[in-house]
Every structure is written in C-alpha cells, then in structure tokens.
C-alpha cells in the first residue's frame, strides 16, 4: 500500500492528530496479521522469562514451542516478540526513572 503525501490536506492531517513529516506518516506502525500478534502474546504470557530482546534466541524459541509450517511465521512472531520485549524495557526504565532524570 502506498500513500501519496501530496493529495492529504493538512486539514485531515491536523484533525487527525497525525503527524506528517518528508519520512512519511511518522506515528504509524508496521502491519502484522492477527495470528502473529495472538501467537506473540500467548507466548509471553505462557513463557515471559524465556524471551529476550534478542530476536536470534527468541527465533529458536519460537521454533521449539509454536508449530508453524513456514520459516516467514517463525520469524514474524519472533519478531513481534522481540518488539514486545523492546518495549517492555523501555517502559520499566521510564517508570523507575526518578523525578529528577526526566525532567532533565
């Protein structure tokens, strides 16, 4: 899917709350099917010591714990894993941030 920059009116762009820049659409996402991000969660919750943020470990862990018949699934719920775990850090360093270090 392509989006042509040119033929969105800044208008929409603003009631949206979307910011456009000459990258593109910044505060998209990238697209997964459902399965990958059920399988990716059911994962974390069933085994959420055993995954790192390290996308070649958790690759082998996807391969001994999901049946999956193609290598692409493998590595796209391996991936949604990593991208998970990334984000899981990142959301315990804000919050056990003190006061002083966000504000500076």
Known sequence: MCYVRSKVPQQILQDTGKQFSREGWSNLGKVRIDVVK???RELLERYPD???TDFEENKQLVVQLVNTQTKWMQNRIAGYVTSLKHLEEK???VATATPEEASA
């Open 50 to 52: 055993k995954f790192t």
């Open 38 to 40: 059920k399988t990716a």
């Open 91 to 93: 959301r315990k360093a």
